[in-house]
């Protein structure tokens, strides 16, 4: 897979993706990635990517010539040429006002050959490049960043981790938080614990414990140690449904709860109002 980067910054990027998991997707040829200065296709002495937006308004907006010019200059066609031709390939924008990047929309990239990332800047991008380049729009929470460089990282991470051969252990990208069917049948060795009985997936993770077992008095609890697979899977599965319901209760509105995970979660429920 090849990533391209659209930036005003391009050295933000010498750091972030020089390590672990995309550092050795990059040195195995699992994917490559390309920075693109975007002030590189400027024509004028100060190199301005930037303007007043019509109609008024406070900042600075990103010039649509200097982006068009950058995708064609890469040989990345027009979105509707694209749609035509079903190219596996797509280019984002990084904008606050785009839809909510997921683990179920990294799965979706995952599945391409080629993402271009364009990072906004300033107070917006040109509406041109929305309608006629991206063929989305992506923002990575609700909150704004002073840029779309530091998105386009956490896509890239997101979606390498997704990827064959990303993973020492490819069955990890499917025990992991917000990863949906992770509960659908899987080989599992005799010497695998298994990651959970809960029967939904885009869940929280459960709880991780590791040596010692007795750390300062702070034990690790009894359930782990006694290498009961049926005991530690349920216990597993409750403490993911206890997590999601804590932390996080707007995922179990969209889970795919079992009947047993549905009267697992009353029982959590009735322990916390009689508390």
Request: with cysteine.
């Amino acid at each position: 897979m090849k990533f391209e980067i659209i930036t005003i910054f391009p050295d933000f990027f010498r750091g972030p993706l020089d390590y672990g998991i995309v550092r050795r997707a990059r040195a195995t040829g699992l994917i490559e990635i390309a920075i693109h200065d975007l002030r590189a296709f400027t024509h004028d002495r100060h190199r301005t990517v930037d303007d007043r937006p019509f109609g008024g308004g406070e900042g600075m907006v990103l010039k649509p010539e200097p982006i068009f010019e950058c995708l064609e200059a890469m040989r990345v066609m027009l979105r509707e040429e694209r749609l035509r031709k079903d190219a596996r390939e797509t280019v984002v924008l990084l904008s606050p006002q785009g839809q909510m990047f997921m683990q179920s929309v990294a799965r979706e990239l995952a599945q391409l050959e080629h993402i271009v990332l364009i990072c906004g800047r300033y107070e917006g991008v040109d509406e041109r490049v929305s309608e006629h380049l991206a063929d989305r729009d992506i923002s990575v929470g609700d909150f704004v960043l002073s840029g779309g460089e530091l998105g386009a990282t956490i896509i890239v991470d997101t979606v390498t981790r997704l990827l064959p051969g990303a993973l020492g252990n490819a069955a990890s990208a499917q025990r992991e938080s917000f990863t949906a069917h992770a509960s659908e049948k899987m080989t599992q060795h005799d010497n695998e614990l298994p990651s959970s009985t809960c029967a939904s997936g885009g869940l929280l993770d459960y709880p991780h414990y590791t040596r010692p077992a007795d750390f300062r008095g702070m034990t690790v609890p009894e359930v782990l140690l006694n290498w009961h697979h049926d005991d530690i899977g349920r216990w597993r599965g409750r403490k993911a449904l206890d997590n999601t319901l804590a932390n996080r209760p707007d995922l179990l509105r969209g889970a795919e709860l079992s009947r047993e995970d549905r009267k697992i979660l009353e029982e959590i429920e009735s322990e916390r109002v009689n508390r």
